[in-house]
């Protein structure tokens, strides 16, 4: 059994014809390339077994060699991918489950005697073995595509394989080939495509899936842990953005880079570094634009859409709504345009360099005290924090400035993203309610912030539609019930703030 560890990165074919070209790639090279035909078979079970077990069992033909392969365990971190692999030459283009089994790997039981094919790649590789700032890397550039029955996917795709050196050294190749052709970091392999492709149907975003903490482990492990879940969140729906598949994955992009940002604070609040704080100010910075987008959204279907649908004859509404949704497509192409950057990928790859690089090898405690604090303690200082923030923004509340209650909707945000991303130390029992009694009060301020962001995104419209009296009707209807909304503020406020945090 050996582990690969290799970063994946999508690239356009005219990119892939311009990088094979460039000089750069000569100055690394240990060797010459090599270009060879690549066709591999999947199998599972007719329920898919060996995808569920987190595996992937291929054949492939080199030549006239036939390789059986299995990977299985392992992870994505970043874009970066590390799975164990058993591989091993067969006689024939047929399965030997006894060779594999004399390898060592064990395949689950039921699935035996029930393995088909499923899917198949078909491509061409084109391989050079390079060095660079002392690792030995292996290069490879993939064209071809995947069939699964009658329906295929091309593939368009580099691979920088680890084979001596540090993961690190695979993000800083990455940002350089990044300085010659546009990239972006592919967190999905080319079975887990084939999957997709052979279960059909439409694809969804994908929503957070916060790592499990438990009080015995280590600190910088933890904190790893939630930084690369974030970073998966964000870079598992940034193709269905990109790609206008749904809108939710937009929002799930969203929802990821701010958890990010928090996480990032949270390693910040632990152990500063001058890469960590560049890093959390460009996440910060990219969250407020992609802001700006999410509140056109919610101004089209949550503000807007209710009142037209009151009024469906009101000419002025219509005017509101078509200058509205033209906005909205602006600012969303514009967000889209962002993720598709040469400067977004090169965040992405960033962070991931940084993630296997000497800050977290050199993680220590701050302040003069020898002792190491454990996880839990680190969580509680950090929602103690979060917590205090919020109780001081709500003292602000009687003055029922915007600006204030936009801080308060803010710190309550971040404690919320906090508080889930700890909640495992604390069990379910005890954070359930404190959580959604935190939500209540996120979704009573987000009501009211509508009606102060409508008022600004009127006035930018307001020259398209020239209708003071359609805009006085907009902001009357939302109006409408604020001061009682205000007031259900104050009460769910007051019980909140009387609740025990789950965290004394």
Known sequence: MSVETELKLRIAPEHMARLKRDPLLKTM???????????????????????????????????????????????????LHSRNEWEMQVPRGELDLDALKASGAQLPRAAKKKLQPVFSTDFTRNMRQLKFDGADIELCMDSGKIIAGAKSRPICELELELKSGEPRQLFGLALALLDIVPLEVEHASKAEYGYRLY??????????????????????????????????????????AIGKLDEEYLHQVRVGLRRLRVALAMAGRHRQDAELNDLRQQV????????????WDVFVTQTLAPICAQFPEHAGLRAVMRASKNNRRLQNGSMRAILASNDFNRLLLRIGGWMQGGYWKEFTSPGSSPRQAGLLEFATNALEKRGKQVK???????EGDAAQLHAMRIACKKLRYSAEIFRSLFGAAKTGRYLASLARLQDIMGVLNDITVARRLLDEIGDKTKSRATHALILGWMEHGQARRKAELKRHWKRFSEQAAFWD
């Open 199 to 240: 279960r059909g149907g439409k694809s969804s975003a994908a929503k957070a899936q916060l790592p499990p903490l438990e009080q015995t482990q280590d600190i910088a492990a933890a904190l790893r842990n939630m930084i690369f879940a974030c970073l998966l969140h964000v870079q598992a729906n940034v193709p269905g």
């Open 284 to 295: 910060g910075e990219l969250c407020t634009k992609l802001g700006r987008a999410r509140d």
């Open 29 to 79: 090279a240990a060797g010459r390339a090599s270009t060879r035909r690549l066709h591999n078979v999947y199998f599972d079970t007719p329920s898919l077994d060996l995808h569920r077990h987190q595996m992937a069992l291929r054949l492939r033909r080199v030549g006239g060699t036939w390789l059986q392969t299995l990977k299985g365990g392992g992870g994505v971190e970043a874009g």
């Open 392 to 398: 001081r923004s709500g003292m602000q509340l009687e």
